[in-house]
């Protein structure tokens, strides 16, 4: 029974959309990032997650003393497939901050794909909140204060027309220099077949 189980879900990973083939460690990211302008620094912590920081062009934001610093784009070291869903998206819209594109999608995706037999079988799984969810993702790789900025509750989605989801299309900013660019991506919109 646990088998067929395993074999029914899926995790998400971050997709490399020139190549279509999705980024499993950070030792494929890591080049992918050094030609953005991002320097990877050492893992560190317990569990590690790998931070970059932008080098390209200096820095652009002359920020006063009271504001928090910009953020860092950072995953679980030292794989970086089977995540939830909102860690992808802060690390998507961490370098977005830096490279301002207008469709970041064009650079990165969030696709689902089965779990490894062997890379996946001891660790521990856990389903993610969605309605009729297959996904799962590894416990320990979801930060609390991530979750809480990324996460929408079901009760905005049942309106159907809320703000913070617009048909699964691209946000634009529309002058507020607090909102950042994210591809809003419905769960069953990227379901491998």
């Known amino acids: 029974m646990e088998e067929c189980m395993r074999e029914c879900m899926r995790k998400l990973a971050l997709w490399f959309t020139r190549t279509f083939k999705p980024i499993v460690t950070h030792d494929e990211l890591v080049p992918i990032m050094d030609t ?4 990877a620094l050492p893992h560190a912590g317990s569990p590690a997650w790998k931070e970059y920081v932008y080098v390209a062009r200096g820095c652009r934001y002359l920020l006063p003393v009271d504001t928090p610093p910009p953020p860092r784009p950072r995953l679980p070291y030292p794989r ?8 992808y998206r802060a690390f998507i819209d961490s370098v977005n901050f830096y490279l301002e594109m207008s469709n970041i999608s064009d650079l990165f995706h969030i696709r689902g794909m089965p779990l490894h ?20 993702y590894r416990d320990g790789t979801l930060e609390q204060g991530t979750y809480n900025q990324y996460n929408v509750s079901k009760s905005t989605n049942s309106g159907g027309n809320s703000p913070n989801i617009i048909n699964s299309k691209v946000m634009r900013n529309k002058g507020d220099t607090h909102v950042s660019h994210t591809a809003i991506v419905r769960l069953n919109d990227i379901i491998v077949s």
């Open 117 to 136: 037999r062997i890379h996946d079988k001891n660790k521990k799984w856990r389903r993610m909140e969605e309605e009729e969810s297959v996904f799962v």
């Open 80 to 87: 970086i497939d089977g995540l939830h869903i909102c860690t």
């Open 36 to 39: 953005l302008g991002f320097e």
